[in-house]
Structure formats: C-alpha cells, structure tokens
C-alpha cells in the first residue's frame, strides 16, 4: 500500500471523528519527520486549534505500545500528547497538539539553564513513577543487540572496513565491558530518545512536552541523562556537561532515586552508558542511510563519533576500542589515555 492511500485512508478516519472537534480532514499537512515507518500530521480544529495525526502502517509499526507509554507517562506528571481518538488495528492515532516550539529550535545561553533545569526536573518525575513490569525490560538482549549495529552498520557497511578474528575479539571484549556495568545499574523508567528534538517548549509551563515515547523501557537510570547531555543535535561544553549531571545526581539523591552515592562513581557509569548509546547511534544513523534512505542523519555522525571517542580515550578499559575506531577512520592513533 501507497503513502497516497494510508494518507486517504487517514483523512478518511478523521473524517469520522464527532463534529464537535471541527477537524478540517483537507487541512492534513506534515507535522514532523521521524526515523521510523511512522508520519505526523497537523490538521485544524475548531476554535483556530489543531490537532496531530500519527500514521503508524501495521505491520511496520504499533500504535499500541504508545498509547500505553502516553498513559504511564502522564500519570508519572508528565505533558504527554493526550490519545484524544485510536483505530489501532489500522495504525491511526488522533493526538493532542504540544505546538511547534522544540528545545532544539529554543536552545541559547540565555534559556539553556532555565529549560535543561526543567528537563531534568521531568526526567526526575519520571524516574520516581518507576515499576517493573510496565516496560519491556532493557536487558542483556536487547543492549546487546544495539551494540551490534556499531559493527554491521557503521564499521562494515559505512566505512567498509572488513573485521578480522582479533577485532572481532576487541568489539566482543568491549561489549562484555560495558554490558557488565550498565546491567548492575539501577533499573527505572528509561524514555529511550529524550533529547532536544523530542522536548517541548510549552507556553506558560515549566514542564516540558514530551514526545516519541512508544519505545520506553525498564533500564539503567543513567540512559536518558545522557540522551539529554550528550545530544547527537546539540553539543555543550563538558563542564556545562558535568554542572546539569551534578543538578540531575542531587535532585536525584533528594528524590531518593538510586544514584551513586559519590558523584565521580555516577558520572563513570553516565559516560559508560554513553558510550553504549553513541555506538548504537552510530549504528542506527548508518542504517538509516543505506537501508531506509534518510541520508540527512549522515550529517550527524561526527558528533556521535567524537562522544564515542572522548569516553573511548579517558577509560583505559577501551584503548583496544580506541585504537580500531583509529583503523577504521585511517587516523592515527593518539598517545594519551587516562584511568579513571
């Protein structure tokens, strides 16, 4: 089936919604683009509102986890796009409209503190709602499983680089590494992509907007910090880095949510974390490309490489790591590495 006729077919649901919600179904109009199967669009509304329409194709894509995810995060306090109507068999979702105003096109020196402090606020709502066996849990499995799009995705088909037995022993080493501290993390709510492009500046409201929730999990409690700090589409000084995780780790503490109870012990496993999520990224902003045509993530892939580069250089436990990501991008190895 067509994008014309699931768009058809759309117009055609929203047609039937009651009139008193005024929906202009002739109106419909991209919204957003997404990295998945899935598309947004406005339509107007009475009163000079309007309204966002999800089209979700089955078998591509499920309405449902979403619509679950919208009612678990606003119970937690968060501004979540209210399911006003579902046809979920068919894919098609009828939202409440947050606006336009995202923390990517808002963001400067004079409204980063005051809209990151809001964010992290939210995030820490968010955490506290926390219990298993609501979300999926991010397990071994599944970290795992996102690792590997580092080296099939990035590594083989990117940069064409064919890996022999003792590289293949480097990435294995690796992930080994990392799955063993992000799996004796502490386990809370994890949004799974809450970064500037899916926060909202709400008019009037220090609570953030948030959007694109459908994959949230069970995971580690550093996950979406870093999603937020060490944004692929927006890069902050280190020490500014450092300030808002210190802000996050005490607001955290005063909540009561497990953190470390000393700071550098956080903020390793925030970075080791990090590194876990940046080569998955990397990973996925390829795929992206080849697989499914969305060239313009390519353009995002140099900031991703460098947080994978910065964290790869500081922790001795991934000079292996290091200096075949060196090989792979035909540099030369650096001599400095530290231990901490």
Not at 12 to 18: A, E, I, Q, S, Y
Not at 95 to 108: I, K, S, V
Not at 164 to 193: C, S, W
Not at 279 to 300: C, E, H, P, Q, T
Request: hydrophobic share 45%; glycine share 6%; charged share 25%.
């Amino acid at each position: 089936m067509t994008k014309d006729q699931r768009l058809e077919e759309l117009q055609g649901w929203l047609r039937t919604m009651p009139a008193e919600y005024g929906l202009r179904p002739e109106s419909l109009r991209p919204a957003s683009d997404d990295a998945s199967f899935r598309r947004y669009f406005r339509v107007d509304a009475a009163d000079a509102a309007t309204m966002i329409a999800m089209d979700a194709p089955p078998p591509m894509e499920d309405c449902r986890p979403f619509v679950h995810a919208a009612q678990v995060l606003a119970e937690a306090g968060l501004s979540v796009p209210t399911v006003i109507a579902a046809e979920l068999e068919r894919g098609f979702l009828l939202l409440r409209d947050l606006g336009t105003r995202t923390y990517l096109e808002e963001l400067g020196s004079a409204s980063a503190p005051r809209l990151y402090n809001d964010a992290l606020a939210a995030l820490v709502r968010l955490q506290r709602a926390s219990r298993s066996g609501v979300f999926p849990d991010y397990d071994r499995v599944l970290l795992e499983r996102e690792l590997m799009l580092f080296p099939q995705w990035y590594v083989a088909r990117h940069r064409g680089v064919e890996l022999g037995a003792a590289d293949q022993k480097v990435i294995a080493d690796t992930f080994e590494t990392l799955l063993a501290n992000l799996l004796a993390q502490p386990m809370t709510y994890v949004h799974r992509d809450y970064h500037s492009r899916n926060l909202m500046v709400l008019p009037g409201s220090d609570n953030p907007g948030v959007l694109d929730f459908q994959d949230a999990v069970f995971g580690p409690i550093t996950y979406d910090l870093v999603s937020l700090l060490r944004d692929a589409y927006v890069v902050w000084p280190e020490e500014q880095v450092i300030d808002w995780a210190v802000r996050y780790w005490e607001m955290a503490r005063r909540a009561e949510l497990p953190v470390q109870e000393d700071f550098g012990a956080f903020y390793r496993d925030f970075e080791w974390m990090g590194l876990q999520r940046h080569l998955k990224v990397l990973g996925i902003f390829a795929r992206l490309n080849y697989r499914d045509g969305k060239s313009r993530y390519l353009a995002d892939l140099p900031v991703v490489l460098e947080y994978v580069e910065r964290t790869a250089r500081r922790y001795s436990a991934f000079g292996p790591l290091m200096r075949l990501i060196e090989r792979v991008e035909g540099r030369a190895q650096p001599a400095v590495g530290y231990t901490f």
